[in-house]
């Protein structure tokens, strides 16, 4: 058996093929606020939060005007974002329900408060915070609990900034 990975590895970034550079720029930048840092050409961009390299790449090379994966088929279920706080990820709704963007749909996991839509190209998107560890839901052995349950999004659009 193979030892664990290293409890500081991150996933740094996610690369994505969209079928219109300009219409996901829009979506993510416009609409996400992640900052556009580099243009590769006509082809490709990438984005950031608070200045980093990039935490988001999209591209057209093997994509551009291509079709969404049909539900049933492998491929990405869903890219998370991981926001700092209730207030941020409140802003983060603010701004999706501002663009009329339909969600998916929305939970309290009891570790975390998440909502679930798609960007233009059909992929899924998780916007979430996680709640302080020591809040995390645990069983009476000590083992992690988490959970489904309804996530009050009116609530969370009133703390938006």
């Avoid at 551009?64 to 991981?82: K, N, R």
């Avoid at 501002?98 to 969600?103: F, H, K, Q, T, W």
């Amino acid at each position: 058996m193979s030892s664990p990975v290293h409890p500081a590895a991150r996933i740094g970034h996610v690369h994505l093929k969209v079928a219109d550079l300009e219409r996901a720029i829009a979506f993510y930048s416009g609409v996400l606020g992640f900052e556009l840092t580099q243009r590769y050409g006509p082809q490709a961009a990438f984005l950031s939060a608070g200045g980093y390299h990039h935490h988001i790449g999209l591209n057209t090379w093997e994509s551009l005007g291509g079709s969404a994966p049909p539900p049933g088929h492998t491929g990405l279920y869903h890219t998370a974002f991981l926001y700092p706080d209730r207030a941020t990820l409140a802003d983060a709704l603010r701004r999706v329900v501002s663009a009329g963007i339909p969600l998916d749909g929305a939970a309290d996991h009891g570790v975390s408060e998440a909502i679930y839509l798609r960007d233009p190209d059909g992929n899924g998107v998780e916007l979430y915070r996680d709640r302080p560890e020591a809040d995390w839901p645990r069983d009476g052995a000590g083992n992690l609990r988490m959970v489904n349950a309804p996530l009050d999004l009116a609530a969370l659009l009133a703390e938006a900034a």
